[in-house]
């Protein structure tokens, strides 16, 4: 945990309220870090389902590994996470180390250690030892309550600066059911998919397939649209919880994607995920300015992401939007080696309402001043047209800030 | 020009002789800089001719565009190269200065606008003022002599700390001819194709499209196996002139690629590319280390040089470089981003000599404080095997610090 707070951190926390069917804890198992919780302990009722999305990363840790595989069932009765230790790139040892803890929680929790999932943040390539998960989850399993969700979110925390949570409420056919989530991000944050852990949490009842469509269609333009430095974590991991304890209480049953009654389950979802994935662009390591990277125009809206990507990883333009510098030569220069479909004499570019360049060139009105004055801001949104086509999408990212290069230079020593 | 050089800097720097046909000179213009020099301008007898290869982004600069033009030709009369503007995305104004600066250079050379060959190098963005050449190049015409080469790499310095020069003298056919070349460099510096600019001369006397598959060939493994920052340039611009004088001597003029006479020549040309390469890697901007990314074992080059890329332009590989901490976790997440095929469980990773991990997992043999001392080298070998084929390739950067913020944070302010 660093010891500011980003000056980009949401106003208000969110109280979260129980989810029916979840219980939680968190302890200090001393995997890396003195003086703080780093584990996570989740339990779920019978019943349970279970969807996740993961990295695209061709080296995955070890945790991801089991996920996936527990995930082909659908069934999920307990989360156990740690920070401190990614258990990436651990070889042998880092899969025995998995298989151990999901055998400790099945134990202490009372289900099959398919049934746990796992995940796991911070240095990646050294040895986690799970036998401190056996005095860890011993204690947490006595303790297990429904209330201490920011403890929850503040236990996975790394190099996070404030602990991220979201909440809804929603009518699922006139029953109300609860969405709660946290996550953590900071660096090692690039799509495909995006944050490094983040879990969320429902009492409605829907099936696993359900909720793997309802998950993979809600990260394309949340937590996929988030980049901080383009690098993507060998760890991320989304998962979606759904108790279906609500069901007690007359909600229905979800068994297609199609349901109508889903609509506005669906929204406030998404809704969640953008919130969450919003504070992880917040949070970006040695963030100062949250910069919302907006392409229209683009031949279509794939085409516009990967032109806005461009544009969120170049480090010369995030090191722009720290200077204060409305430098909208180098969005051009972003804007050209995306590879993408792009005239530069039809482009047009803005700050905020500020349109610096037009159709090729510095626009006609521009007046160094106003756009300055707007540069100062903390939340810069940068409007790229690229007047060729209707495709348009967003993407959020941070600026680029010599606390990056501090946090990231002295990380692990 | 930065107020002090890289520690990188080469220790010695080359005394470049005339090459015949060329003559040169430097002026100052007052484009954006005052004290120092910021035009060159270089004279070539007739019958020179020229290969080019430019920038692949699709916003190139009005200078880029007018070469991609006059190459066509392959024939050169004239370079005019100015520091302090890019004169790119300047829409119709960047067009007609370009072609204003052609007609005053054309008028006081003696040749046609098409032989005069344009680059340009600083702001992009900034309308470039060409009547500003007319009395630069009036009196650069009449100054024009064969020795100045350090002026001439002096005057297209723009963050660069050091002036860039390579030189050769190779038998062409046992007829001694020569090769001079200088670049800069230092930010916006990524492949496809690499520096800014860089300019190569000879007086050997070989037909265009000879030189221009000399070239394209050239880069490959050269300034396309470079990168500072990820950040393409809209202006990069290689060009090699070749005066041909060297045929009063004896040399033989050449005709095909495959000429067998070539190959001396050929050799020493990728090597002064080379040369002139890592020399922009080693005064990338706030490089304090040069890295380079050594990828063996994949399943081809091309696979290779995917791999040694992503993990060249990785913030957070480039901030552990910094940080002298040999963290081969954040190889392994630049490896599993790359997309390419790799296994995790067959990589092997070494800094230097020292193996740090070995088949997914830290080396048994690892010892911190060995691989510590070791990072504190200027010189940093980093050696991945990917361990599936035999794909190999080099890459050159150099590490990402709090130096580069301050430059690209400040630059146009």
Redesign the interface.
């Given at each position: 945990m660093s010891s500011s707070i980003s000056p980009l951190a949401p106003e208000f926390v969110p109280q979260l309220q129980p989810v029916p069917g979840v219980t939680l804890t968190t302890t200090a198992a001393g995997i890396r870090y003195q003086g703080r919780t780093d584990v996570l302990v989740m339990s779920f009722v019978p019943g349970t389902t279970v969807a996740g999305v993961t990295?695209?990363?061709?080296?995955?840790s070890a945790p991801v590994e089991w996920c996936r595989d527990a995930l082909k069932k659908g069934k999920a009765r307990a989360l156990v996470v740690n920070s401190g230790n990614?258990n990436?790139?651990?070889?042998?040892?880092?899969r025995a180390a998995v298989k151990l803890t999901a055998e400790i929680a099945a134990v202490k929790l009372g289900c099959k250690p398919g049934e746990v999932f796992l995940a796991s943040t911070g240095?990646?390539?050294?040895?986690l030892d799970a036998t401190k998960f056996e005095p860890a989850l011993t204690d947490a399993a006595e303790r297990l309550v429904d209330y201490p969700w920011m403890d929850a979110a503040r236990a996975i925390m790394t190099t996070d600066t404030f602990p991220k949570l979201a909440t809804a409420e929603v009518l699922l056919d006139d029953v109300p059911v609860r969405i709660n989530g946290i996550a953590k991000g900071a660096?090692?944050i690039?799509p495909?998919m995006a944050t490094m852990l983040s879990f969320v949490f429902t009492d409605a009842p829907i099936a696993a397939d359900v909720l793997q469509k309802l998950l993979s269609k809600g990260v394309k333009d949340t937590f996929n649209a988030v980049t901080v430095?383009?690098?993507?974590?060998?760890s991320d991991t989304l998962l979606l919880f759904a108790t279906g304890v609500a069901e007690e209480r007359g909600a229905p049953r979800i068994k297609d994607v199609d349901d109508p009654r889903l609509k506005a389950f669906r929204r406030a979802l998404f809704d969640l995920l953008a919130d969450l994935a919003e504070q992880v662009a917040r949070d970006g390591e040695g963030a100062r300015k949250l910069l919302r990277v907006h392409v229209n125009g683009a031949v279509s809206k794939k085409s516009a992401r990967r032109i806005a990507m461009s544009i969120a990883?170049?480090?010369?333009v995030k090191?722009?939007v720290?200077?204060e510098?409305a430098?909208?030569?180098?969005v051009?220069?972003?804007?050209?080696?995306?590879?993408?479909?792009?005239?530069?004499?039809l482009?047009s570019i803005s700050f905020g309402d500020i349109r610096v360049?037009h159709?090729?060139?510095?626009d006609p009105d521009y007046d160094e001043a106003v756009v300055s004055q707007y540069m100062k801001n903390l939340v810069i949104d940068l409007t790229v047209d690229i007047g060729l086509g209707r495709g348009s999408d967003r993407v959020l990212t941070c600026d680029?800030?010599?606390e990056?290069?501090?946090i990231?230079?002295?990380?692990?020593?």
């Open positions: 990295t695209r990363s061709l080296c995955p990614a990436a790139f651990t070889g042998k040892n880092g240095v990646i390539g050294e040895p660096g090692m690039a495909d430095d383009g690098d993507t974590s060998t990883n170049s480090p010369l090191t722009a720290a200077g510098d430098n909208w030569g180098r051009v220069m972003a804007v050209g080696k995306a590879g993408e479909p792009a005239d530069r004499d482009l360049a159709e090729g060139a510095r680029l800030t010599k990056y290069i501090t990231n230079g002295d990380y692990r020593s």
